[in-house]
């Protein structure tokens, strides 16, 4: 590596070492020879080319000090968030720091949500979710990073709203912002390899990442947060393997009667305690095993499903009622609503003023929302 110059990792922009191959940003010394344009920390050149992850964690960083440093000028912000995972996607301490620039929310993940769906309906779920948390939004635009889809009205917007100014992208952590960046600049240069590292479990990109957009601007890759009170912050990756869908995701509904019990994989429960027979309709991966049982032997049969192995997926850390946090609610009358359990599932219900009851891995946020769908 050049000497005097700060080297930073291309791929999710880590300073660079070569002296402690245990460490984070290691990068042997042939991979930073002269004459290479991007260096790749040897992390990120062992996911982008084996899709490998190392097991060892890199050391996560300080957001707010990232975002008080990054936008201290006035720059267009695109503002990702995940169609599936939403409740996790929009970070309440992400606000301070962006709200005196314009911001374009890129809803991604389009392809894993049911095609029936409307996209201008989700267009007005995101609207009203941002209107609700006081974040005042110039668009938003469905998109999808895998499918290619809408990627050139994200051009459109960015080149109508930037102003010769630069572009960071934010978003909390894998929402999809640096697989976004890759179809852009795949979009607009017509570069056909990916650059920056992407990875299906959270904490991928590592520090801000600089890419020249036009000779005016640059566009910017920051980290995600990781949203504490979601399955992301629980669930390991052998888990969270199972519950992040990665294709498109079918909705299943249950006619059930009160009394009645929905087991979430090996992972979370749905109990439908009183109320008149009622379709719950549950959205989850398709990877997750959704399974009906009576309520007076769900705990029984919990437990044994999981310690078999019986459901997939389960969780070391889970292995039976005891281990989870009961969360009871009275749905609503006369009102449709989504029960959510933030990153794994949600369950869309017709309320009449039903008791039911989520058990969920303690430190996932149960809530109640107006319906996505
Ligand atoms: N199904 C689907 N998956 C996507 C899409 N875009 C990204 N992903 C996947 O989502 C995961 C996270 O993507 P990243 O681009 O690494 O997310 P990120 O927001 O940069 O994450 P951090 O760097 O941790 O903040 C990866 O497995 C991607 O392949 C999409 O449009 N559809
Ligand atoms: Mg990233």
Known sequence: ME??????????????????????????????????????????????????TREEEVALPDYKEIFSNAIKKKCLIIYVVDLFAFECSIIKDLSPFIKDNPILVVANKRDIMPKAIDDDKLRQFVYARFKLEGIDIEDVIVSSAYKNYNIEEIIEAMKALKNGKDIYIVGASSVGKSSLINVLLKNIKNETRDLITTSPYPGTTVATIT????????????????????????????????????????????????????????????????????????????????????????????EKLISTGKIKPVSAALKGPQDF?????????????????????WISVKGTGQKVSVLAPAGVSVTIRDPKI
């Open 325 to 345: 946090v009961r969360h009871e609610m009275n749905l609503p009358n006369d009102k449709k609503v989504d029960i959510v359990i933030s990153g794994l599932a």
């Open 211 to 302: 890419i020249p957009l036009d000779n005016k601007s640059k566009i910017y890759d920051t980290p995600g947060m990781i949203s504490r009170d979601s399955v992301f912050a629980v669930f390991d990756k052998s888990v969270l393997k199972y519950t992040i869908p990665r294709t498109e995701i079918k909705p299943i509904t249950f006619q059930l009667n009160d009394k009645q019990s929905i087991f979430i994989g090996g992972v979370s429960r749905f109990d439908f305690v009183e109320g008149k027979k009622t379709g719950f309709t549950f959205y989850a991966s398709s990877n997750v095993e959704l399974h009906r049982t009576k309520l007076d032997k769900a705990d029984a049969i919990f």
């Open 3 to 52: 000497k005097n110059r700060v080297q930073t990792c291309f791929g999710c922009g880590v300073p660079l070492q070569n002296e402690n191959p245990g460490a984070t940003g290691y990068v042997p010394k042939m991979l930073g020879e002269k004459g290479q344009e991007h260096y790749l920390c040897q992390r990120c050149y062992r996911l982008q080319h084996y899709g490998e």
